[in-house]
């Protein structure tokens, strides 16, 4: 096994996705995954949903003009219920509106699992520095296999067949790393022992 009390899970953008965050979770992985910013909004270059801070609490969301969003519309998505917070009276006298919306008043849904993305926000904002380093470890080696080995893509098809030719690459990549950071006689010397 790993033999460590807590195992620490760390991804970019790409790898985010809330049922994945649950199930780590539930599992008792402690996961640093930054959330993406996508949807219409984004897109319409207005305020994004982080901008908008939630309160358990009062179950409110409070907009970056300081009004407070309240559930209005309930529906379902992939089987989750998903809740719309919106306030028609205070965006329509908002002053931020054209930097908020295009529609009379601006909607921020949140799905009934969304405490566990709030979770890994907050855990993100404690340790900053955790995705720069995972960037300084893991995109060295699938960079230098990239651009030293000619690697941008698998040659093979097949699960077991991309496995093999994965392994090969790994397999030389770590050799040039060890020849390169020990040199040619202390792995010879390795090797013999």
Known sequence: MLEV?????????????????????QAGIVTYVPRPQRGPSVRGGFFRK?????????????CPAGQPLAPRYRSHVRGLQKIDYCNPEACSACTLRPRCTA????????LENEAVLDRVTARLAARPGILDQRRELV???FGSIKQWMNQGAFL???LEKVRAEFSLTALAYNLRRVLTILGVSPLLTAVQA
Do not use: W
């Open 139 to 141: 995109e060295h080696p």
């Open 156 to 158: 093979m098809r097949g």
């Open 50 to 62: 982080d901008e908008f801070r939630y309160d358990p609490d009062s179950d409110t969301y409070l």
């Open 103 to 110: 529609n009379k008043a601006r909607r921020v849904s949140r």
């Open 5 to 25: 009390e807590q195992i620490e899970a760390v991804a970019d953008r790409g790898y985010f996705k809330t049922e994945d965050r649950e199930a780590c979770e």
